[in-house]
């Protein structure tokens, strides 16, 4: 849970807005859980995917994939039991990962 946290924290760290976490345990082995989050632009939505790459090496984490940076529409970060996606806020509505998943559980995480 304390690797979650760090995530959710990241992200909150550069105003991601809406950030909502899946526990995916039970729906997928790709991963435990999802973490979904949009910023308005490319830029902030850069932001994010750098601060959660930085806070997970800091803790030792090393991020498995990153993909979609240049473009900055959808980042996935890959860390192993957890995958971090971090739309532009119009993209986000667009694929609806929440209702995709929608069997998935909400869990509260930082300030969501």
């Known amino acids: ?3 979650l946290e760090t995530v959710v924290e990241a992200c ?4 991601a807005e809406d950030c909502t976490v899946l ?3 039970n729906l997928t082995p790709l991963a435990d859980y999802y973490v ?3 910023g308005s632009n490319e830029r902030q939505v850069q932001a994010i995917a750098r ?3 930085d806070a997970l090496e800091e803790e030792g984490i090393n991020i498995e994939r990153m993909e979609g940076f240049e473009q900055a529409r ?3 970060l890959d860390a192993g039991g957890i995958v971090c996606h971090i739309f532009h806020e119009e993209e986000r509505g667009y694929y609806n990962l929440e209702r995709l998943w ?3 559980d ?6 969501n």
Do not use: F, Y
């Open 51 to 53: 601060s959660v790459k």
């Open 23 to 25: 526990n995916m345990q």
């Open 102 to 104: 929608g069997d998935a």
């Open 1 to 3: 849970m304390k690797l």
């Open 106 to 111: 909400e869990v509260s995480v930082g300030e």
């Open 74 to 76: 959808w980042i996935l």
């Open 36 to 38: 979904i989050c949009q």
């Open 12 to 15: 909150e760290d550069r105003k």
